[in-house]
């Protein structure tokens, strides 16, 4: 019988037999739709998916697959709002609970997505083929010189290839960059004039040190935001929340993130008991909402860490025992190679600092009120506050794993998140006494640095911590 | 422009650079100099505390924002690295004896300018702006910070910002605003009596003069430019100049465009530029007046949401009163929400059939890089020139 390459791929991202035959047409049409070519399929199963991620483990094949079903379910977006069903889209990063909680006030008649994420986690991570995308809106308005970012691009050109519909409300957080939310507005204008949105933003006023969540008076102006914005979003498409709805997603939410930093502590272990690309993808369920639930996620979750626990029990490694330790500001599955060569080099960059939690993260709420409670928890997130903060909370972070030193920067496309990673190399530097380092680089899009323009820079940091470590 | 007036601009801007020196004098007496950085702070508030406002706003050289390389992406706005660059590199005479500096946080490159500011222990206050403007939630929040920094000046200067003080300031500052308007709207003559790059200077020079100094001056180069003497000729081609900002020595791209044959009669930059067609209504609830003309009522800037329909139909109205041939857009390297807006303004100006020139600056001037400017440049102003005539 000939090889279906379809097939073999739904299998290898951990699609039970029984659920092929379910999704397989469902998967022909998607990968149709995104510009997959059946050798674009082949390419990810033979070669990229198992050189990059750990796919020996049940869990990591059933993460992957968790994405697959996200993405065709997204190319499917156009029905769902044919047939009467309300699309909300919103932008990375934003506080889920809002969106989860539309959805499961009405999970038939909601569709919720942050779409750039999943094409752009998918398509380069899986595919290496985002380029055509980006290439689509650098031709349309949005162009290549400006170092624009990958994920406003290819949201804007999803909607120009008919990918996505336009959303019945697109409730977009200018809360760290300019550059997403204006996206939107350039999108309308430009191109689509049904791109409806609704925008939340908060000033970066606060000066360098100040502990955000601490104070009283922006906490409750964030909160006021929040509500702000998500009773516009009910009313634009006509569900109303019920109270608890949020305290509900709030606490699905914390359960999440508590198992995911169980299996930061074990990724942590020595010997690196997995690749740092395999496991980073479990982090974008604390920041991007899944249409189709979290279940399938939490059951990958709790395979991998049952497998991961198994394999720090047995002392199996990817890299040998007391190999160098590096804390990296954050690694996307996108650009897989990054970390890869990293692990080549005998270096481990086990965890990303943007994703994992600080010890006052895991605290419960002061505030009974969902709002405030949200808001509390978006300023103790050491991404969303000002680099005085954000550089404590990383030296705490880099202490309770043990590292050896970090990096930053492969995030030279984000004039927020990306700008003070040179200042905030110094900061941290200044504050451990460890080498700290900073790569220029993007990991969504790795068209302009390539493997050989990084290789250098990155061989050059793993020498230093074998020599320092040695 | 005849001789007068030329000799009232010089005078203003030997007063303007002499700025520095007489600060100094002053902060020798006790008067506290207070820089600040960007449109959303209102230069009255400053008047009223007793302080001295010197805006920080330079460009033009490519060295000062390199110097902040070390410690910012270099991706970042090449005028925002700039304000503390020239500090960086020694070459600011007035920044090092600042007592504050009030740094305006409305988009990213601030923000991290603010940062900068900080981390070099450089005495700061951050004035949060948010651009979702048309939301309550927002303008309060702007009154709000208003009302912080106010508190903020008179601790500094032991001075309290009264009704009285307050309203002289803007009385003061509403004079100036007017004296402006009536100099631009001259430029709606054919040919204008004064261009682009004199009347850019001549916004920067009324940031560093003392209003007692300024206010006569202007009036007389007013009633001179009135007579309508021009130095453009007849059939000169109208430009508008549009973008984020020409900064304080940023002036070889205005100037390029007039030595080319064209004349700017307007423009449309959202910072370096006295907002002068607002006046802040000195009745009634004078700090509720400044945050609503200061953040409500002028053009909203480009990083305001939603800001760009608006922003176009201004320019389509500066087209349409100022009888303007073609759009200069000039945007700053790395300025990623004016590169969105230059594709949206180039669809526009397509549509209405308006010759529209982009161009892009890191403050480079070589030499090897004005050869090709100056090719566009001319081009561009050769073809609107055809096509006016």
Known sequence: MARDIYVEFLRLTGFEEEEIAEYLPQWRKASEKLGLTEEDVRFATEERLPAYFAVELEGIRKLLGCFVKETIDLTQASEYKERGVKIVYGILPAVLHFY??????????V????????????????????????????????????????????????RRLNIIPSPDVNWIWGFICDEAPKTDEFIRIYHDPEWKTYITRLPHDQSLGTVEDEVAERVEYLANQMKDGFESAQREIGIKVPEGKISEVISMWQGYAAKLSELALLMSADPQPLGAISGRLFWEGLFTPFNTGMENLEEALDITIREVKQRVANKEGI??????????????????WIAKMFEENGVGIPLSEFFIMSKKQLQPPSFEDPYMAAAEGWLRTSGMVNPGYQAEQICEKLETHKFDGMVFGLMDFDRWLGSSHRLLTRMVEEKTGLPVFYIEGDN??????????????????????????? | MGVKALDTLEELAQIARTRPERLKEEKGKGVKVVGYIGRFVPEELLYASGALPYLMCRGGEPEPPDAVIPYMLRFMSPYDRAQIGYYL????????????????????HESRLADMLEYFKLPTARLGVPPDWQKSLSREYYQKRLAWLKEKLEALTGNKITDERLKKSTESINKLRDILSRIYLLRKQQPPPIGGYDFIRLNHYSFYCRLEELLPRLDELYAELKKGQSPFPQDVPRLLLAGHVVGVGDYVVPKL???SGGVVVAELLDEGMRQHSWKVKTDGDLMANLGETYYSERTPPSIFQPAWEKRADIIRKLIRDFNIDGVIWYQLSFEEIYDLESSLM????????????????????????????TTRVESFVESVRQRRS
């Open chain 1, 100 to 109: 989860y909680a539309l959805k499961l006030t009405a999970p038939e008649k």
């Open chain 1, 111 to 158: 569709f919720v997505s942050f779409p750039d994420i999943f094409l752009t986690m998918v398509l380069n991570g899986f595919f290496h083929k985002l380029a055509p995308y980006l290439e689509e809106a650098e031709k349309a308005g949005i162009p290549y010189g400006c170092r624009h970012c990958a994920l406003n691009k290819a949201r804007y050109a999803a």
């Open chain 1, 319 to 336: 890299l040998p025992p007391g190999a160098p330790k590096l804390l990296i500001y954050s690694v996307h599955p996108t650009v897989p």
């Open chain 1, 444 to 470: 969504w899009d790795d068209r302009d640095y390539s493997p050989e323009a990084l290789r250098t820079r990155i061989e050059s940091i793993c020498e230093i911590m074998k020599i320092r470590k040695a």
């Open chain 2, 89 to 108: 590199l020694g070459m600011d005479p007035v920044v090092p004896m600042l007592d504050l500096i009030v740094a305006q946080c409305s988009d990213c």
């Open chain 2, 257 to 259: 465009i007039e030595d």
């Open chain 2, 346 to 373: 180039a669809k526009v100006m397509d549509e209405i059939k308006i010759p529209f020139l982009k161009l892009e600056s890191s403050y480079e001037y070589s030499r090897e890089a004005v050869g090709p400017l």
